[in-house]
């Protein structure tokens, strides 16, 4: 077992990483009635049996980001009044990213707000999205747009969950993985190729990736500086999500992003050629795409335009100087940014 403790502003949690926790409940100390929120595709796999362990209501969402909504919001709001939840009440949010963004939105403004307690499922929601506060749905015109921040009273890591998860959920999950990796601990680089059915590995790897994210939150709670870092890739990423009409999932093109941010580092001489030649090494091994299947590095260029973080107009990437050493770079001219593209194609 291992527990990592967060500071955070508003009140501390530790994130408890252990094989087995899902069916040992008699540790898990929760406060008033408690209502276990997950989804179709998890409520077989774990969420009755855990419901009925705790004795605790159960609460099922349809599976998908279309569900990421204020109408699952609503419907989750109906369902903890009719079951009796009040103030003093918990919600478990048990599934991936969508289900831990959505019921702890719903925990966060229900009554103003009830306890939550994060059970994630996915590699990504347990090194990344569990992590950190941030909780939310998208809305019609985008992703992510309204949302909170929300401190879990704890999160609950079952590794073990890991060998039932799709495997292109658990390479998605690998990419931010290398992320956390090439931001801060190198020996996760290596580590990304164990198998989702070595829980014991897995574990271990679930184990310096929520490290790494733990660091860069306590740092930077409320995402004023060095939680940009974590954009690492994503820039690239989103702008490939975009222009593929969303067909890439948000992982597959993390991994190429990250590439291409390694690559753009090199031609910048920010760092030596080893680290973009590691990356693609490693994207090969682990069976995630390291090209970009012909998207047109114009219209890629285009898209990552319009973010949000290029203040006026101003071009904004997190590059590398190392692995291990993150850093922000301004006002990079086009033709180095299309030109690492092409090479991508
Ligand atoms: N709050 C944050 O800070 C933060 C950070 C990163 C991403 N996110 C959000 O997270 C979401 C993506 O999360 P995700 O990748 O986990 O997607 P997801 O929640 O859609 O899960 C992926 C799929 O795997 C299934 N699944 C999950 N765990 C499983 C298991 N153990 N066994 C079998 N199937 C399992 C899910 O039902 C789903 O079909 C996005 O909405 C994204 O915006 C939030
Ligand atoms: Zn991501």
Known sequence: MATVHVTAPDGGYDIVIEPGLLSRVESWELH??????????LAPLYGEKLAARLGAALVIVPDGEQYKTLEIVAQLYREFVSVGLDRSGTV????????????????ATYMRGVRLVQVPTSLLAMVD???????????????????????????????????TLPQREWRCGLAEVIKHGLLADAALLEMASCSQNDTRAAAELVRRAV?????????????????????????????????????????????VGLLAAA??????????????????RILKNIHLPHRLDNLDPQALY??????????????????????GKAEIVEHIAPEYIISTLEELL
């Open 32 to 41: 008033g009635s408690v209502v276990v929120v997950t989804n179709t595709t």
């Open 92 to 107: 478990i949010a048990l599934g991936g990213g969508v289900v831990g963004d959505t019921a702890g939105f719903a925990a």
């Open 129 to 163: 999205s569990s992590v950190g506060g941030k909780v939310g749905v998208d809305l019609p015109q985008g992703k992510n747009l309204v949302g909170a921040f929300k401190q879990p009273d704890i999160v609950l890591v079952d590794p073990s969950a890991l060998t």
């Open 211 to 255: 490290q790494v994210k733990v660091d860069v939150v306590q740092q930077d709670p409320f995402e004023q500086n060095i939680r940009a870092h974590l954009n690492l890739g994503h820039t690239f990423a989103h702008a490939i999500e975009q222009v593929s009409g969303y067909r890439w999932p948000h992982g597959e093109a993390v991994g």
């Open 263 to 280: 690559r753009l580092s090199y031609r910048l001489n920010l760092c030596g050629a080893s680290v973009p030649e590691q990356v693609e």
């Open 302 to 323: 285009a898209a990552m335009a319009t973010d949000k973080k290029w203040q006026s107009g101003r071009s904004r990437f997190v590059l590398l100087s190392e692995v």
